[in-house]
């Protein structure tokens, strides 16, 4: 099982953890190799509350190139392989030496 992540900004990206994703992955679409974690992205067992932070690598500054016009408000999907597991919108995002990116339902 692979998770990666779609973030419907424009335009929209794809973010993933390694090339086993890459199946799943629409071609057409930006891809990237940046996604470290996640894990955090999770419903609730009612599905109140839900939210969470997926983790970009930013080492080499990408996020601030990536993310310069904040998409707040949109949409971001979670999949494992070709699952839906989440879905919500970004509702924060901070530019630390790995850029986190809050997420809520």
């Known amino acids: 099982m692979t998770a990666w992540v779609r973030v419907h900004s424009s335009p929209v990206r794809q973010f993933y953890t390694d090339n086993r994703a890459l199946p799943f992955l629409d071609p057409k679409q930006d891809k990237r190799a940046l996604l470290t974690d996640a894990g955090s992205l999770k419903s609730s067992s009612g599905g109140e509350n839900a939210a969470g ?4 690598n930013n080492k080499a500054g990408q996020g601030k190139g990536l993310f310069a016009n904040t998409p707040l408000g949109v949409l971001v999907e979670l999949f494992d392989d070709d699952e839906l597991q989440f879905e919500g ?3 924060t995002i901070a530019l630390d030496p790995d850029c986190k990116v809050q997420v809520d339902a």
């Open 53 to 56: 932070t997926l983790t970009l």
């Open 89 to 91: 919108t970004i509702s």
